[in-house]
């Protein structure tokens, strides 16, 4: 299974970005998809995160109400619409995809396979 992610780049502070995670190599709609950060310095944390059957969706606290996680099956494609971003939220960003139980939907434990990152810079 391969994880191809894309769309990160500099913004100004209160702009959007969407980034995208192509899978292949596998059963898309089989997979809970995440998406996790991790800034310099710090430790890898979860984002967002969709279920593989009813697409639930999960986001830490600190994005909720900016960002949007999605997923296309057809397209086995995840997305991750960020708006009103902020400057903490500059990190390197990495989509994975695997079969969590509910208690590790939110860690990167609960996760098998992972994307290269994409860096998103915000500016102030």
């Known amino acids: 299974v391969q994880l191809q992610a894309s769309g990160g780049g500099l913004v100004q502070a209160g702009g959007s970005l969407r980034l995208s995670c192509a899978v292949s190599?596998?059963?898309?709609?089989?997979?809970?998809m995440g998406w996790f950060r991790q800034a310099p310095g710090k430790e890898r944390e979860f984002v967002a995160a969709?279920?593989?059957?009813?697409?639930?969706?999960y986001y830490a606290d600190s994005v909720k109400g900016r960002f949007t996680t999605s997923r296309d099956n057809a397209k086995a494609t995840a997305y991750l619409q960020m708006n009103s971003l902020k400057p903490e939220d500059t990190a390197v960003y990495y989509c994975?995809?695997?079969?969590?139980?509910?208690?590790?939907?939110?860690?990167?434990?609960?996760?098998?396979?992972w994307g290269q990152g994409t860096l998103v810079t915000v500016s102030s």
């Open positions: 190599g596998g059963t898309f709609s089989n997979y809970a």
């Open positions: 969709t279920r593989w059957r009813n697409s639930n969706t």
């Open positions: 994975a995809a695997g079969t969590p139980i509910m208690s590790t939907i939110t860690t990167p434990r609960g996760y098998t396979h």
